[in-house]
C-alpha cells in the first residue's frame, strides 16, 4: 500500500510560483527556466514508477514517495522507499535520455546525448550513502537490522545503459523502468528469512511516516531575489500576462475581457511560496494592488483563514493544499 503519497515537490510549485511572478527579461529567468526544467523532468520520472509499482502486492508492500528523515544532524531524502517484512528497498530515479555510461573508475555518470558528453556524480554513492543513513536511522528508532537494498531505475525505456566490460554487477543496481516488479520478486524470493513481524513492521510503518519532515527554503534568497523584483498584482489566467483590476467583487482584465470572482487565490499561492505561510491586511493590498483596506478585508475573510492579533495587527495564516499531486 501507498503509505505516503507522491505530491508535487515544493521546490517546484515555488520555482513555478517565481516563474509567473519575474519580468520575462529578467537576467536570472534563463537560470530559474532551466532549474525548473530539470525539477520537472524528474519529478516526471518518478511519477513514471507508478504503473510498475501497482503490481506490488499492497499488503506486503508499504510504498513511501519523496520520504526526508532526519539521520543525527544530516536530512536525507529517498525517491522512492519500499518496506517489507524481509527488506527495505530504496528506489532512485533518473530520467535521462541518450546513452548513460557508468564509469566505476572515476565514479562518475556520463551521458551522451545529441553527441555531447556530460558528466553527472555518480548516483551509486548517492544510494550507498542514503543506504547507511537508513541503517542508522532504523538502529536510531530502535528497529531490528533489516537489510536494505537499493535501484537505480532509468526510467526513459529508450535510454542506453552501458558501462565497463570489468563492472559485471551493474545489472544487479541499475534497470530500466519496466523490470521493476520482475527485479522486486527476484530480490523477495532470493531473502527466505523475515526480519519483522506483523507489530514490528506496522510500528515500523507508521514511524517512518510520522517522522518525515518537509523541506524548505527561499526560494528569493536562493537566487539572490527581494521582492522588488517580483510582478505585483492580480495576473490574469486567460492571457497569462496583463494583470486584473476589481469591480464590484470581480476580477476583470482589460486586454482579453476575462471575468473571474476568485483570480486572487492563484497571487495568494504565489505569495505563499515566495513570501511565506502569513499576510496581513496591509501586505495583501500591497501584493494583490489593492488600494481599499476594506476589499482586502472582504477578501481575506471570505478564505475563512485563522489568524492572531487585532485590528492593524491582524496576521492572518495563508493555508493552501501545496502537495496535491498534479
Known sequence: MIVKQRNVPLTILKLRALVRRLPPHHPKMSSILNDLKK????YKGECSLDFPLSFLDPKRHFIFHDLRLQDK???????????????????????MSGMLFFDAHFNQLIRTKDGVESAFSDPLIQVGRQESQLRN???????????????????NPQTIIRTSPDNRNLHFKVIHRDALPAKIKQIENSMKESVLDDKAL??????LNKQHIDADFSVLERYTLTVEDLIKGVICANCNDHQLFRRHGRWLCNQCGHSSKDAHIQALQDYFHLLGP??????????????SSSTAT???QSLDLTSRGVN??????????????G
Open 298 to 300: 472582504r477578501i481575506l
Open 312 to 325: 492593524k495587527g491582524r496576521v492572518y495564516n495563508l493555508v493552501f493544499d501545496a502537495g496535491k499531486k
Open 202 to 207: 506496522k510500528k515500523a510503518v507508521r514511524a
Open 39 to 42: 525539477r520537472e523532468a524528474g
Open 278 to 291: 502569513t499576510i496581513t491586511n496591509r501586505q495583501l493590498r500591497d501584493f494583490l494592488n489593492i488600494p
Open 73 to 95: 544532524t544530516r536530512f536525507f531524502q529517498l525517491d522512492t522507499l519500499i518496506v517489507t517484512k524481509k527488506f527495505g528497498l530504496i528506489i532512485e530515479v533518473k530520467n
Open 137 to 155: 536511522w532504523l538502529l536510531e528508532n530502535g528497529f531490528p537490522v533489516l537489510p536494505i537494498l537499493s535501484l537505480i531505475v532509468i526510467s
